[in-house]
């Protein structure tokens, strides 16, 4: 089949854990970029060093990608060096423009520099020293012959409707880059505002497929449906290029026992490779390539190519099988309705909402109003650090920068039903979790099938991620439930219709979680493409830790 392929479709690496085999099959996939993510300006002497002890600029030039590099430009900023980031402080912009003359310079294999002005010790925001900013880095670009790429990333949509403001100031040979949706990983979320919204720039929109909010590679996560449905989206409103992220690396912690102390395992990278969440990368490099329309027919023809080569032609139909369902159970596993519960990235996912307080009713405006400080700034009242701009509302699980109901102001009634625990929200959780959880056995029994059809130690590495995909369900249902639960008792009063909540139900969601915590003790050590893995389960989740800040929270 086919369709006019994306001009533009980075392999997304972070600067400190590229790796070949991902680069060998994002060329074979057809992706034509290697974006190196990384941090402040400083650190592009050091990752200079690297890419030339590497080799990685090397890849770029085997495969015929072209390259790109983040610059955070206020990410280790000092005022020592230029002053406040004003719009009439010239000594600043002066300084700006020399130091990317010297990157430049320093990288003349560089295609591409993508700028990000946020999350760093200054974030630029303001729309007017933003609108200059751009245009002094694209200056420089011009002359040496690079594209600028604007990351249009931004923690809050206040934010957001300033930079809309000076779209059109932009340079039009910029690049606008969106994320798929409003902030941060939600794949429930509504699409992101910008897309198809520039004017007559490029837009390049990014996508996560190493599940960085979806438990990493510690789960089973094929979401190729979800993927289709958003290609289709970004084609439809002009999108010319794709940004696609299948590595990341975390800091881990493990318990072992509920009651035994933490124990910190190293920083760690998590690739897609091997895993159900390269079916993830073929899609986007099929689709994007134009060799494939996302329509069934074509994805399927992708799934069952992707499943012969990692798992052999005997296993290839049933693994399809298999792991295609496994998105949608890690979705229900950490979201309600279309939120996400608290952080999905936090070993106690709520604790940012529980942390010191005590549980309290609040009104609707007080459920959506951001800290006073936030006001200031978005007033001019306060200057811009990254403080101010990382408030968080976190008055309940439900409100988060990335919520879709701060994004999509259409959600906003199903929010309010979900942080009050409405009896209907919790009616469609149970039947979800149901569906989800008959969905996960399924998977499990299919692949009971093929189990001497495998390679090397397939069918133990592959169960092993099922079964974790049944325990984060299992415990975190228990933990939105117990919370929604506890929510009605809170909002509703006895002789409500809407009260459905008794303590006692409270009390029985705790204790099903409480029981899980004897499955810490599960692993498994297995070979699989040749790499030894020892896999341990739910270790990136504390549930006696959740327990007892819930039962302060609600002082139970």
Not at 318 to 341: K, N, Q, S
């Amino acid at each position: 089949m086919g369709s006019q392929p994306m001009e533009y479709r980075s392999l997304a690496l972070l600067r400190s854990w590229p790796t070949r085999d991902l680069v060998e099959l994002g060329a074979e996939l057809g992706f034509n970029a290697l974006e190196f993510i990384g941090g402040g300006v400083s650190s592009h002497l050091d990752f200079r060093r690297l890419a030339d002890e590497e080799g990685f600029f090397d890849w770029a030039d085997e495969f015929d990608m072209s390259t790109a590099l983040w610059i955070r430009e206020f990410d280790d900023y000092n005022r020592s060096w230029w002053g406040e980031p004003t719009l009439d402080n010239e000594h600043l912009w002066t300084g700006i423009r020399r130091r990317y003359e010297a990157i430049c310079e320093l990288y003349p294999e560089v295609d591409y520099f993508a700028l990000k002005t946020v999350e760093s010790h200054e974030w630029i925001t303001d729309p007017a020293v933003l609108e200059r900013l751009i245009a002094v880095i694209n200056d420089v670009c011009r002359e040496y012959e690079k594209t600028l790429i604007y990351r249009s990333f931004l923690w809050h949509p206040e934010q957001l409707e300033g930079v809309r403001t000076i779209i059109d100031a932009i340079p039009e040979d910029v690049v606008i880059m969106t994320k798929c949706v409003g902030n941060d990983w939600n794949y429930r979320a509504s699409h992101h505002p910008l897309i198809g919204d520039v004017g007559a720039h490029d837009q390049y929109v990014e996508i996560d497929v190493a599940s960085e909010y979806h438990r990493l590679d510690d789960v089973a996560n094929a979401f190729t449906e979800e993927i289709r449905r958003r290609f289709d989206y970004w084609v439809e409103q002009g999108v010319t290029g794709i940004h696609v992220r299948p590595l990341w690396a975390a800091k881990r912690e493990r318990t072992d026992r509920a009651e035994d102390p933490v124990e910190a395992l190293p920083w760690s990278s998590h690739s897609v490779v091997g895993k159900a969440q390269e079916a993830n990368l073929w899609t986007l490099g099929r689709l994007a390539t134009g060799e494939s329309d996302a329509d069934a027919d074509d994805l399927e023809e992708i799934w069952h190519e992707f499943a012969t080569r990692r798992f052999g032609a005997e296993a290839a139909d049933t693994i399809i099988e298999v792991l295609g369902p496994t998105g949608e159970v890690v979705e229900e596993a950490l979201c309600v309705d279309r939120e996400t519960f608290g952080d999905p990235r936090r070993r106690i996912p709520a604790i940012m909402t529980m942390e010191g307080r005590t549980a309290e009713k609040r009104t609707d405006e007080e459920a959506e109003s951001l800290p006073p400080q936030f006001e200031a700034y978005l007033e001019g009242r306060e200057t811009p650090t990254d403080t101010t701009h990382s408030f968080q509302l976190d008055t309940n699980p439900f409100a988060r920068n990335w919520s879709t109901w701060r994004w999509d102001p259409s959600y906003r009634p199903t929010y309010h039903r979900l942080r009050r625990g409405h009896p209907n929200i919790v009616e469609r959780k149970e039947r979800a979790v149901r569906e989800a959880r008959e969905s996960a056995r399924e998977s499990l029994e299919r692949l009971e099938t093929v189990a001497d059809d495998l390679p090397e130690d397939g069918y133990e590495f592959v169960r092993f991620k099922l079964r974790e995909n049944e325990f984060l369900l299992e415990v975190m249902s228990e933990m939105e439930l117990a919370w929604l639960r506890a929510s009605n008792r809170l909002y509703y009063d006895e002789g409500d219709d809407e009260r459905i909540a008794t303590r006692a139900d409270v009390e029985a969601h705790l204790e099903r979680l409480d029981a899980l915590t004897d499955r810490y003790g599960e692993s498994v050590e297995c070979t699989w493409r040749g790499i030894s893995y020892e896999l341990h389960r739910g270790e990136y989740v504390d549930i006696a830790g959740y327990l007892e800040e819930f039962r302060r929270y609600w002082e139970l």
